[in-house]
């Protein structure tokens, strides 16, 4: 049984640095083609992509938001935590992780688990 | 940056067939997924590979993709369809989501 579980503060001051985590059971991100992404959703607006990490510990991250994530996971924890810089109250949203299977590039096979989100509020 | 492109909002009968498209630059070239999200809830994945429905997703739920648009078709639309529907695709290392659709079955 796959399960995601997202962990973090669920507020936030402006420019201070959000750490989240993803707590994942029933795979293993050292298992060729398991991946795990970050995916937000403001409130009342629609998904957003943010980042992805393989089983190869290859990375990758929203074209807009790149310089500001960093994507990383820690095989042996089943977690994957994902960080993101300089928080303004435009980054006001619930934080998914969600897996995915991909190969050398996307299979189509879509998110297929995903957490319950966590809400993170940034304000002053 | 790649775009997809959803109607905001969408009506349907109980017991008709509803449409949704998704509209991109060259989007039959592409995979497109498909997720029903309802209020309070995670996002579920309802089509892959442009036409494949994941287990216990009921045969109801269909998609389609070809030229630059790519259309999720409920048939027999029930209340609990009701929901947001998002699609997905693939681009230059990068997965975008549509802007969204509200399926209003009334």
């Known amino acids: 049984q796959v399960t995601l579980r997202e962990s973090g503060p669920a507020l936030v001051k402006p420019t201070q640095t959000l750490t989240l985590t993803c707590t994942f059971s029933?795979?293993?991100?050292?298992?060729?083609?398991?991946?795990v992404s970050w995916i937000r959703q403001p409130p009342g607006r629609a998904l957003e992509w943010l980042a992805l990490?393989?089983?190869?510990?290859?990375?990758y991250y929203s074209t807009s938001l790149k310089t500001r994530l960093t994507i990383s996971k820690d095989t042996s924890k089943n977690q994957v935590v994902l960080t993101m810089t300089n928080m303004d109250p435009v980054d006001t949203a619930t934080y998914y992780c969600?897996?995915?299977?991909?190969?050398?590039?996307?299979?189509?096979?879509?998110?297929?688990?995903w957490g319950q989100g966590t809400l993170v509020t940034v304000s002053s | 940056s790649y775009e997809l492109t959803q109607p905001p909002s969408v009506s349907v009968s109980p017991g008709q067939t509803a449409s949704i498209t998704c509209s991109g630059d060259?989007?039959?070239?592409?995979?497109v997924c498909w997720y029903q999200q309802k209020p309070g809830q995670s996002p579920v994945l309802v089509i892959y590979?442009?036409?494949q429905r994941p287990s216990g997703i009921p045969e109801r739920f269909s998609g389609s993709n070809s030229g630059n648009t790519a259309t999720l078709t409920i048939s027999g639309t029930q209340a609990m369809d009701e929901a947001d529907y998002y699609c997905?695709?693939?681009?230059?290392?990068?997965?975008?989501f549509g802007g969204g659709t509200k399926l209003t079955v009334l």
């Open positions: 969600a897996r995915i299977v991909v190969g050398a590039t996307d299979l189509g096979l879509g998110f297929d688990y």
């Open positions: 029933g795979f293993s991100l050292s298992t060729s083609t398991m991946s």
């Open positions: 990490i393989d089983w190869g510990d290859h990375t």
């Open positions: 060259k989007l039959g070239d592409k995979y």
């Open positions: 590979q442009d036409s």
């Open positions: 997905q695709a693939w681009d230059s290392s990068t997965w975008v």
